[in-house]
């Protein structure tokens, strides 16, 4: 492993901890700009200048919170202490260090200052680590399902493709076409993992931006039960959707995606399952989705586990055990939360489970 020189890899330091950057800087001035705006117009109504160091040590907060590194935070209390010092204090508009308290003061302000940003800095830093870590485990998460999900199908296809070339002469029409069929299955079900997964990348970035427009859900409901019903023909699906339109801003793609999975999820893993119903309600200023199923429901121990991505199997008696319900659900997760929504999922043993999103509608944005 190749080290950087000694000077470079303080000057990476260095950098790590004090970063320049104008958003940065226009940021800090503007929050000490603010604050000495308030306690000039304050000064104007009281002469008393107690709130003055109240007011500069929430602005050093807020610029050690709202910028990165050290730097601005640092500065930021040095400025605030000589301005409070130079302008707010008597005498005004001079340093005077002879009187007794005076050098005291000064000094105090500073370190409390200091203090304040070196903390407030550190727990930003502390949260992005958090923030980082969860991050990570998440990801590690979402391989170990997609590694889970996909081994078996592609196994499934390879085996399938093999016999065909290696037997063909000896294979009945019927037999083939039964082979044709398993991979057929297996890759259309390869399809819809992989636009989980671009799904996923969509609002996995940091830059990523969820670009919401106004959509009817009656409309959104009725594409993405089109879609379904080419893959799987049972159970049937009831559709219920309220009278008045609900628009509501959304990823019309995404929340296709979302609604998807939840209905392909019944389909396989719900079992015992004869219908599935669909329903979109209005709760207040949300738009609340549902799928419910009729089958045997979720394992208890299963209900807090269900979003976290792992290779789960709703029914452990399926023969076929290359789909799993936690990529898919642990997308669909993903893609709410995104949406500024909720989701949850309740499980009634012996009469089936429904798994329950909403979104905000359009007016929430106003308040």
Request: proline share 4%; with cysteine; net charge negative.
């Amino acid at each position: 492993m190749i080290h950087p020189p000694r000077k470079e890899s303080f000057l990476l330091r260095l950098r790590q901890f004090f970063p320049l950057s104008l958003r940065d800087t226009l940021t800090a001035v503007l929050i000490i700009g603010c604050a000495g705006g308030v306690c000039v117009l304050l000064r104007m109504l009281d002469d008393s200048d107690i709130y003055v160091s109240m007011i500069f040590l929430l602005a050093v907060a807020l610029i050690s919170r709202c910028t990165r590194g050290y730097f601005y935070g640092l500065a930021a209390s040095v400025a605030g202490v000589v301005g409070v010092n130079y302008i707010f204090t008597y005498p005004y508009f001079a340093f005077n260090f002879t009187r007794s308290s005076y050098p005291i003061t000064f000094v105090s302000m500073l370190a409390v200052s200091v203090i304040i940003s070196a903390m407030t800095t550190q727990i930003k830093e502390q949260e992005k680590l958090h923030a980082e870590a969860e991050k990570e485990r998440l990801r590690g998460n979402l391989l170990r399902a997609v590694s889970h999900d996909l081994r078996t199908p592609l196994t499934s296809i390879l085996g399938a493709s093999s016999t065909i070339l290696e037997n063909d002469e000896v294979l009945t029409p019927s037999q083939r076409r039964e082979l044709l069929s398993e991979v057929k299955e297996d890759a259309e079900w390869l399809i819809r993992m992989v636009e989980n997964l671009l799904s996923v990348t969509r609002i996995g970035g940091e830059a990523a931006k969820i670009t919401k427009e106004a959509e009817a859900a009656e409309e959104i409901v009725e594409e993405t039960l089109r879609k379904f019903r080419k893959s799987f023909s049972r159970p049937p699906v009831t559709v219920s959707v309220p009278e008045e339109l609900l628009m509501v801003p959304m990823d019309a793609i995404l929340i296709q995606q979302v609604i998807f999975n939840l209905l392909e999820n019944a389909a396989l893993h719900a079992k015992g399952a004869t219908r599935i119903e669909l329903r979109v309600f209005r709760r207040e200023h949300q738009a609340v989705f549902e799928v419910e199923d009729n089958g045997e429901g979720i394992e208890k121990a299963m209900l807090p586990h269900l979003f976290e991505g792992y290779g789960m199997e709703m029914d452990s008696d399926r023969s076929d055990k290359k789909r799993s319900m936690g990529i898919g659900l642990s997308v669909c997760m993903s893609i709410v939360k995104a949406h500024g929504g909720q989701m949850e999922a309740e499980s009634f043993p012996g009469h089936g489970a429904v798994f329950r999103f909403s979104l905000p509608m359009e007016e929430d944005s106003a308040l």
